[in-house]
């Protein structure tokens, strides 16, 4: 079965650095376009980056500069490098694999404190 699980996820003052994990099984990882979604209460699910398996890279205009989004084949993971955390950037943090069907984490949880 498929599965992808996030973790990495917490509580950080602005400012500070949180690095995300998402573990992949079940599926050919390598050929997958991996990317971060984000969703805060109230709001719709937004793009943080993407990944694709020939590791092309796209960032949100919100993250840019801030975070990286990177790629082990090997180890059926993707990585989520967030620096200069800004409250703005609470939220909830998802692992998706592009694709049909596609599929989601569940989720870790990210809370920056000002």
């Known amino acids: 079965q498929v599965q992808l699980v996030e973790s990495g996820g917490g509580l950080v003052q602005a400012g500070g650095s949180l690095r995300l994990s998402c573990a992949a099984s079940?599926?050919?990882?390598?050929?997958?376009?991996m990317l971060w979604y984000r969703q805060a209460p109230g709001n719709q699910r937004e793009l943080v980056a993407g990944?694709?398996?020939?590791?092309?890279?796209t960032y949100g205009d919100f993250v840019k500069g801030r975070f990286t989004i990177s790629r082990d084949n090997a180890k059926n993971m993707v990585y989520l490098q967030m620096n200069s955390l800004k409250p703005e950037d609470t939220a909830v943090y998802y692992c998706?694999?592009?694709?049909?069907?596609?599929?989601w984490g569940q989720g870790t949880q990210v809370t920056v404190s000002s």
């Open positions: 998706h694999a592009a694709g049909w069907p596609s599929y």
């Open positions: 079940g599926i050919t990882f390598s050929l997958n376009t």
């Open positions: 990944i694709t398996s020939g590791s092309r890279i």
